[in-house]
């Protein structure tokens, strides 16, 4: 069952992604040579209950931490640690809270101070292929359509799409129905209905699409430890044009990837 939000339950959701949003920037404001991840999750947790609002991850299914950070070859699901980033390196922060009783959840991958230039173009590919995605998250169309949007774009480019993580309904839960693959057939899956609410989470590699769980039991990586990136919104099913909830614009005012290169 997919649920159908209804206006005042969006309005929350809007508030709650907002929220990521915010504490996204504000880790943003911090992700430089040195820092360790550690660092960054300690200001996303300290931000996110100066908010009144709870962090979504911690606790979760046993997950020991505020956020997660992905570091160069780690796809999604690692874990803050004591490890200080570096020149050079990306690193995909993935945020999620509870505010009044409804879910926000979104991720960025930033680099850290000047990096190569095909992770730069794996950068930018990745947070375009969101956006294609948002483009095919419309009323009518279907669950496959958002898929084969994100796929097309990596795909043309070289890079490939992780098929085991897929992003997801959200709302009174953080993981909800339906799954939303980053691959697929246009016009295939269930149809997307006004007032669906899902996160659209691209993880894309430059190498092989296989990936390996550490024996962390979260952190994901790729297989060849070549790298990986990852951006997701959170979005709301409308006719014509989908609304995104969660926004990378205060990110985007702090943080610009061409600052150092
Ligand atoms: N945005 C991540 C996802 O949808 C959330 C991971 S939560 C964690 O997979 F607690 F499992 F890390
Ligand atoms: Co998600």
Redesign the pocket.
């Known amino acids: 069952m997919i649920a159908i939000r209804t206006e005042e339950e969006i309005e929350i959701l809007r508030q709650c992604n907002l929220l990521v949003s915010k504490t996204l920037a504000e880790v943003a404001c911090n992700v430089k040579p040195g820092v360790t991840t550690l660092e960054l999750d300690r200001k996303a947790n300290e931000f996110i209950h100066d908010h009144k609002a709870i962090p979504?991850?911690l606790g979760?299914?046993g997950?020991p931490k505020t956020l997660?950070t992905s570091v160069n070859h780690q796809v999604?699901?690692g874990i803050p640690s004591s490890y200080a980033l570096k020149e050079g390196d990306i690193v995909s922060v993935?945020c999620?809270v509870l505010y009044q009783g409804y879910y926000g959840?979104a991720?960025y991958t930033f680099a850290v101070g000047k990096i190569h230039e095909r992770l730069k173009q794996l950068l930018i590919i990745t947070w375009e292929s969101l956006y294609c995605g948002i483009q095919a998250a419309i009323e009518g169309n279907r669950i496959g359509d958002i898929g084969f949007a994100v796929q097309s774009h990596c795909e043309k480019a070289g890079f490939s799409v992780v098929r085991e993580?897929v992003?997801?309904g959200l709302g009174k839960s953080?993981?909800e129905p339906p799954e939303v693959p980053n691959y697929g057939k246009s016009g295939k899956g269930v149809k997307l209905k006004k007032g669906m609410v899902i996160?659209i989470?691209p993880m894309i590699n430059m190498g092989k699409k296989e990936i390996f769980q550490e024996a962390d039991g979260?952190t994901i990586r790729t297989s060849d430890f070549q790298p990986s990136a990852h951006f997701?919104h959170a979005v709301v099913i409308n006719k014509g044009k989908a609304e995104v909830l969660s926004t990378f614009q205060y990110i985007e005012e702090v943080y610009k990837l061409d600052d150092y290169n």
């Open positions: 979504a991850f979760y299914k997950y997660c999604v699901h993935d999620g959840d991720a993580m992003g997801h953080l993981h996160c989470e979260w997701e």
